[in-house]
């Protein structure tokens, strides 16, 4: 659901934004690897990776998977040849969180940018967020979380 309902609109506000359109597309690394971005312009200049976490745990804990995820995509990001870099974030609550923790460690020519989803959205996001907790313990939740943008990165680049 998330990719599907939370990319196409963070695509389409760049769309806007770049006068130019958006799309996922996979990227050589410099090292000979292949790697999947949420969002592409059209003529390459501009490389996004959106991300879709929440705040704190449902334990009141740092995210601490969502934030090596994030970590993740800068690193990739900082890989890429293009104009602009940015990871997307959507919740106010963890772009707080992300760019506290992050102060001064972020590579310079990669931002990180706030883009809130609307209210409707991103109550979508958060019933998705809280089954999956009220299904599992807060650690098992953060788990699948991460691992499900994994798997779906991985899925995208195969």
């Not at 963070?10 to 690897?33: D, M, N, T, V």
């Not at 929440?54 to 804990?61: A, I, Q, Y």
């Not at 809280?130 to 699948?144: D, F, H, K, N």
């Amino acid at each position: 659901m998330l990719r599907y309902k939370v990319e196409p609109v963070i695509r389409e506000r760049l769309g806007k934004e770049f006068g130019q359109p958006f799309a996922s597309r996979i990227l050589a690394l410099p090292g000979g690897a292949r790697r999947e971005f949420d969002a592409v312009s059209a003529d390459g200049t501009v490389v996004v990776s959106i991300k879709t976490s929440s705040g704190l745990t449902s334990g009141g804990n740092l995210p601490g998977g969502k934030i090596n995820s994030c970590i993740a995509d800068l690193y990739y990001l900082s890989l890429v040849q293009a104009s602009v870099r940015r990871l997307v974030l959507t919740n106010p609550e963890f772009h707080e969180i992300f760019t506290t923790r992050m102060r001064g460690a972020i590579a310079l020519g990669v931002e990180v940018v706030l883009s809130p989803l609307d209210a409707e959205l991103q109550a979508e996001v958060d019933q998705v967020i809280a089954a999956a907790s009220s299904e599992m313990g807060p650690l098992a939740t953060e788990a699948v979380a991460v691992a499900a943008e994994d798997q779906a990165e991985a899925a995208r680049g195969a």
